[in-house]
């Protein structure tokens, strides 16, 4: 059946020259553009992608030959040239004159902006052109597969920054107009085009392998461009060394756009970014805000081999762009700063992609797209961080060796041009010994993952796989899976590894032993069930990080699912009182605090004293205070138990040392541990009055870093006072908070359980709002805070606002926050007793 998203082969562009002149004042550009086309078969028409442009003209100059007429097909955002003879086949060069307009929907060819330290409005014109919206800005033959050559040229008003892809190339200069020409870029799609123009400023050219690598950015942010300088360094020198060939550009800009509605765009030698997430003063950013920049960076800089250089033929693909460049980042900011333990914070993003893989509404990694919508909705956890997740075991278990062998094969055979997910598999199995073709398939071709169980028994440990869900059902899928065992033998510990390509397996083993973990390293995407031993506080010290986290994680994943009772995950997970490890840690309190409101009121003061003496246990092993030579995980611990014990516990002495500390922080008393600020920061909002709200939204819009200017407005969500929350929801949609942003808000509010409600009734009311001016890619983003509501009747009202208002380009997304919700009634209904009878 015919997709009419889809273009014909019949026609294929090599090489285009495109000139666009951007009215910034005016906010509309106009453009003119030569196609050198393939035209393989007689034709009296061409076919190609634009939606909002007008066209005035199109010929093929070659033969004089102009259009009879273009027909716009608005619902599949294509337009048919027609002529009134036939073309033979042959190479011929296709020109348009073009115009349109320059709007604020953070996708296309579109209008930014930003206020300097004087108070000056600027306007910026940027792109944003994936998936499907280069054909916004140009017409163009608008698929990957349609790999090309571009010549940018860029008439700007005297005295912008102006770059694109590639280096300049001659810059003509008259009275009021500055003419850029830049380099031909690499053969490469569409979506990878950028341009940008505006009042910007650049640091000084790092020259890294004869690369050189600047940072864009609104005048007067210099400052706080070191990072990323150190880290776009890293990446060029990593990501050249592991895949065994230089960077396909000629230079490498990384620009911070002040309205962007992604994290960060991989366009070659081009790449954009949120301001949040490139912009940051080292010494004022917690570590979690400098881990986010340094993979945000990692992640695009990999897709300039994995993606750009080599690209997926259709959007079916792009779960491997994104879940290799995942994968690769995490890797690098490993090798970038070990202390932070990168491979073990993976665990959280390993445990959002479960959380969505356990639902009926999952979908497998890689699926048919059809349309646009269907293209923006890939843009998912399973497609990041499980597709990451499967690529880590897989390398994991075929070995780093043979798989980066693997990928250099690859990126050789197939560099500028096109490819499916099994030619990926066809080359890394070259160089391993298992069949990763068939192992791989299972994974990326099926929805879900399974649960192992493992039963030590008779010198053996007998291995079975069924399908892990919320809802216990079982659709009998089974999984190519490498399991790694870790057990104790004669005080040694020891590994064993089998691919579990059946419904049940065994291992056997010379003598008895004694199982400690169903999942070595954490590294297979699966959850494992066994009988935790009576000696389980021996077994412990055993376990590494990913592991404990693993472990705690899939008891938690059993008591949503309801098959143990919350006493056995309390009971397991309080054992863990003495380790000081913040990831682990920040596990354990979130989710025993997120049981606190389950509680019988009599019952409350009881369970809230249980966490507060687990915290300061916590507290009492690594010490009130900071000091100056303890780790990075020392403080990231430290403000986590601080911000339990004021919010959760409410104890008193801790509020008042986060009030101090806020007092501190804004006198600029002292050097300060940021990642306490940002708990002193969530504490004062928690507690803070009307004046305080004033004072956080004032930081919020004149905050002196990114990252603080984040940490204000989220907080905003914070405060408990139900006219507050009203400001903060109606300011959502004001013109005091960033389209960028104010998804993000609302998710907040929604996913306090206190303003759920309040917050919900906001969106039903103001939804024809919320459609017209927030980014389409960012609505769906609003409503993860669902998952947490256990109350019915919401969740009914929820059900049906969705099925009376659906979201094409996040449906599948909405539908699994859906399934959630009500697990998470489920949950609560069977759990809520057993808790309260536990603390009986």
């Known amino acids: 059946m015919e997709n009419k998203y889809r273009l014909p082969k019949s026609v294929t562009p090599n090489y285009y020259s495109i000139t666009i002149e951007p009215d910034l004042d005016n906010e509309k550009f106009n453009g003119s553009e030569i196609i050198s086309v393939t035209i393989k078969e007689k034709t009296n028409s061409i076919k190609l992608n634009s939606i909002g442009l007008v ?24 337009i048919s040239i027609n002529f009134d003879q036939d073309i033979e086949p042959g190479e011929y060069r296709l020109k348009m004159i073009f115009f349109g307009d320059l709007d604020n929907s953070l996708r296309g060819f579109y209008l930014s902006r930003y206020k300097d330290d004087n108070g000056v409005d600027h306007k910026i014109g940027t792109t944003q052109f994936e998936s499907t919206d280069a054909r916004r800005a140009f017409p163009c033959f608008d698929e990957p597969e349609f790999k090309s050559i571009f010549s940018i040229t860029l008439k700007v008003p005297k005295g912008l920054f102006t770059v694109s892809n590639t280096g300049i190339k001659s810059i ?26 505006g009042p910007f400023e650049a640091t000084d050219e790092v020259m890294v392998d004869g690369i050189p690598l600047r940072i864009v950015h609104a005048i007067g942010k210099s400052h706080l461009t070191d990072f990323a300088i150190e880290t776009g360094k890293f990446a060029l020198k990593y990501f050249s060394n592991y895949f065994g060939r230089p960077y396909p550009g ?56 994995f993606g750009d250089l080599v690209t997926m033929k259709w959007w079916n693909g792009i779960w491997l762009n994104e879940a290799f460049a995942t994968f690769m980042a995490t890797k690098a900011v490993d090798k970038f700063n070990p202390e932070w333990e990168r491979w073990v914070e993976f665990g959280i993003e390993k445990s959002a992609a479960f959380d969505v893989d356990s639902l009926k509404s999952t979908r497998p990694i890689e699926y048919d797209v059809v349309s646009p919508d269907d293209a923006t909705a890939m843009f998912d956890l399973l497609t990041y961080e499980k597709g990451g997740a499967v690529l880590r075991m897989l390398e994991q278990y075929v070995g780093e060796e043979p798989f980066r062998d693997g990928i250099r094969s690859y990126l050789n055979k197939h560099e500028f041009s096109n490819t499916e997910t099994e ?37 053996s440990l007998n291995i079975t796989q069924s399908t892990f869900r919320y809802d216990n059902s079982n659709d009998e899928t089974i999984w190519k899976v490498p399991i790694n065992i870790k057990y104790e033998l004669d005080g040694k510990v020891n590994s064993k590894k089998i691919l579990l390509e059946e419904e049940s397996g065994e291992i056997k083993i010379d003598s008895e032993i004694n199982l400690i973990s169903g999942n ?9 069930e066994y009988e935790i031993s009576k000696d389980f506080l021996n077994n412990i010290k055993f376990l590494n990080k990913s592991e404990k986290f693993s472990l705690i994680d899939d008891l938690w994943a059993s008591s949503v699912s309801c098959r143990i009772p919350i006493d056995k995950f309390l009971n397991n997970s309080l054992y863990f009182n003495q380790d000081t490890d913040p990831e682990l840690q920040s596990l354990i309190l979130s989710t025993i605090s997120s049981l606190k409101r389950h509680t019988h009121e009599e019952l409350e003061s009881k369970y809230i004293s249980i966490i507060e003496n687990y915290a300061l246990n916590l507290l009492g092993k690594i010490d009130e205070d900071s000091k100056n030579e303890e780790s990075l995980k020392i403080k990231e611990l430290r403000a986590i138990i601080y911000k339990t014990l004021s919010i959760t516990c409410e104890n008193k002495k801790y509020i008042n040392k986060l009030n101090e500390i806020y007092k501190q922080h804004n006198s600029n008393k ?33 905050g002196e870093t990114p990252q603080e200017k984040m940490r204000f407005l989220y907080s905003l969500a914070e405060f408990r006072d139900p006219k507050l929350l009203e400001k903060t929801l109606d300011a959502s949609l004001s013109d005091n908070i960033k389209n960028q942003d104010a998804p993000y808000l609302i998710a907040y509010a929604l996913r306090n359980y206190r303003h759920s409600e309040k917050t919900w009734n906001f969106i039903e009311n103001n939804w024809a709002d919320i459609i017209k001016k927030f980014p389409d890619n960012a609505v769906p983003r609003i409503f993860g805070g669902i998952k947490i509501i256990s109350n019915e009747k919401l ?6 606002f969705f099925k009376n208002n659906p979201i094409p380009q996040g449906q599948k997304t909405i539908d699994q926050n859906l399934e959630k919700m009500y697990q998470n009634i489920n949950f609560v209904n069977y759990q809520k007793e057993k808790l309260n009878s536990w603390l009986r």
């Open 250 to 305: 000629d230079k490498l800009d990384m620009i911070a756009i002040p309205d962007f509605a992604s994290g960060a765009m991989e366009n070659l030698g081009c790449i954009t970014y949120r301001e949040a997430l490139l912009l940051v003063n080292k010494d004022e950013a917690t570590e979690g805000e400098l881990t986010r920049i340094a993979d945000v960076v990692m992640h695009e800089i990999a897709h300039m081999w």
């Open 172 to 197: 003509v200069n008259t009275d009021s107009h500055d003419i850029y020409e830049f380099e031909d870029s690499i053969k490469m799609s569409t979506y990878l085009v950028a341009f940008v123009i």
């Open 795 to 800: 969740a009914d009202r929820i059900n049906l």
């Open 423 to 459: 030619d990926l598999w066809e080359s890394i199995e070259e160089f391993s010994s298992i069949p990763v073709r068939e192992t791989m398939n299972s994974w990326i071709l099926q929805p879900g993952f399974p649960r192992i169980s493992i039963k030590n028994e008779n010198n």
């Open 55 to 78: 066209i005035n003209k199109a010929e093929i100059i070659d033969v004089g030959l102009e259009s009879k007429n273009i027909v716009e097909d608005k619902e599949h955002e294509t």
């Open 520 to 528: 070595s390293n954490a590294n297979g995407f699966y959850r494992s």
């Open 670 to 702: 002292g050097s300060i541990d940021p990642n306490i600020i940002a708990s002193a920061i969530a504490s004062v909002a928690y507690y803070g009055s009307e004046k305080t709200y004033k004072d956080y939204f004032l930081k919020y819009t004149d």
